[in-house]
């Protein structure tokens, strides 16, 4: 079975700084891991994937993440904040053949001025 | 490309009620999928289905709920007798066949059980 912890339902940071979401999985088989993005009162928009390619990802708006086997880390990292990045982000995880994926709780993310 | 689409984007409705959602999926995509995300919560996976057979369903799914995928296109999700406990997101998304292939998600169905 395949999981996925968020670390920290709540972030705040000011514009321009580092945005730091922590992700950590739990995968029985070599796992593909993504990140979701959700607006207010809308579905999820994927930022990036991890499948077993490269372990350093980039995905839209300037988002990247790490794949750190050692760790099963999936942090997602964007070093200037934007007041558009205000949002729910979620980690996700799939196991090989399984298809469905397991998200975790989420972390909204708050831009201050 | 118009995306995955999801009718209708808002629900309300007397418990005891019986509601249905449709979901249209990106055209060339075989796969689909639902999920229910409640308040403060990702999304839990319901079911989901390879052309218009229903492969897998989650034991989130009572036997008050009910979907279908004739033809392989659209979806629809049933809930027969609804309770206040079913009041939730309900998300509709499509991919296609390989695994790891990315799940594109609809706007979602926001129902609300008085």
């Known amino acids: 079975a395949q999981s996925v912890t968020q670390l920290g339902s709540h972030v705040s940071v000011s514009e321009g700084a580092l945005v730091l979401l922590r992700c950590n999985y739990s995968?029985?088989?070599?796992?593909?891991l993504f990140w979701y993005v959700q607006y207010p009162n809308q579905g999820l928009q994927l930022l990036l994937k991890?499948?077993?390619?490269?372990?350093l990802v980039k995905g839209i708006n300037g988002f990247e993440a790490e794949f750190k086997k050692s760790e099963t880390s999936f942090h997602l990292t964007k070093p200037s904040a934007h007041m558009s990045d205000a949002a729910e982000y979620f980690c996700?995880?799939?196991?090989?053949?399984?298809?469905?994926?397991?998200f975790g709780a989420g972390t909204t993310v708050t831009v201050r001025a | 490309d118009t995306g995955v689409s999801q009718n209708p984007r808002h629900k309300i409705t007397k418990r005891g009620q019986n509601v249905t959602f449709r979901c249209d999926p990106i055209?060339?995509?075989?796969?689909l999928y639902w999920y229910r995300q409640t308040l403060g919560q990702g999304p839990e996976f319901l079911t989901y289905?390879?052309?218009?057979?229903?492969?897998?369903k989650s034991r989130l799914l009572s036997d008050r709920f009910s979907a279908e995928r004739p033809k392989g296109s659209f979806s629809t999700l049933e809930i027969q007798r609804t309770e206040q406990g079913d009041s939730a997101m309900y998300l509709c998304?499509?991919?296609?066949?390989?695994?790891?292939?990315?799940?594109?998600f609809g706007p979602g169905t926001r129902l609300l059980v008085l």
């Open positions: 998304a499509s991919s296609s066949k390989s695994p790891q292939e990315t799940q594109y």
């Open positions: 995968s029985s088989v070599p796992p593909y």
């Open positions: 991890y499948t077993s390619a490269a372990t």
């Open positions: 996700a995880v799939e196991g090989g053949n399984d298809y469905k994926l397991s």
């Open positions: 055209s060339e995509h075989n796969r």
């Open positions: 289905f390879q052309n218009e057979a229903q492969l897998e």
